[in-house]
């Protein structure tokens, strides 16, 4: 699995440049208010104590693909057969989803871990740019990932010692706006977390959507290439993983000032 991972990201920073282009096409939706102030590159989230830095992902194009959908089919898209409590599901899930900026980083409590991404994202998105480079990564994984990866994969042990938290810093409005200068004055921040995540959580999510598909088939869409956001967004998808050891948690509200 380790060697796997591995492999993937190298393949993905290899077409960045491809696959970034076709996705800036997707992304349509008009967000209301100004755009975020431009962070630091490295950044200090005091309130959940952590130090954080950009990490380019596919998530932030999937989650901006999700709202260009959305903006297309405000109600989300229709089931082939959907039960009329499925439609009210969808109508009152996606009434509550409004566009926003989104943006992804990896962090740490520890502010030497962020050098060690940094370092690590640097021999990725050097080497996998040419052939040689590839090689390297695949040939020595624990050399240039600073022991992340390596060929061996994990001990069952390590597995069950491990855990991963994703927080969300939500900043928005508490009022309708209609003009570009208004700051936002209310911040949600919300967590997400699991068991380890490479073996554990990302195999529970994936035999919870195929339950849902299985299932559930007819309240979801015709088929397509569709993010799992604007599919499995208004199903029990959440209430099946919290049954299943995935906490989501909403941990403050307050006001900006």
Known sequence: MMRAAGLGVVVVYARVGEVGDTRALT???????????????IEHQKKIGVWAVKLPSVDTSVVRRTLATLAHNPTGLQGINETPQQLQNRLDFWSTIKPAHFGMKIASKHLSDIFGFITVGFFIGTLSKFSLGRWLLLKFPEV?????????????????????????VGRGFSRRIDREDVKPDVEIITRLKGPEFGYVSTSIILIQCALIVLKQRKDLPKGGIYTPG????????????????????????????
Not at 27 to 33: A, K, M, P, R, S
């Open 230 to 257: 604007i599919v499995f967004g208004p199903t029990d998808l959440q209430e099946r993983l919290q049954e299943n050891g995935i906490s989501f948690e909403t941990v403050s509200k307050n006001v900006v000032k």
């Open 27 to 41: 992304v349509d939706t008009l967000i209301v208010g100004p755009a975020p102030t431009k962070a630091p590159i």
């Open 144 to 168: 240039f990932s600073l022991g992340w990866f390596r060929k061996g994969g994990p001990t069952e042990e390590e597995i069950a010692a491990s855990s991963f938290k994703m927080w969300f």
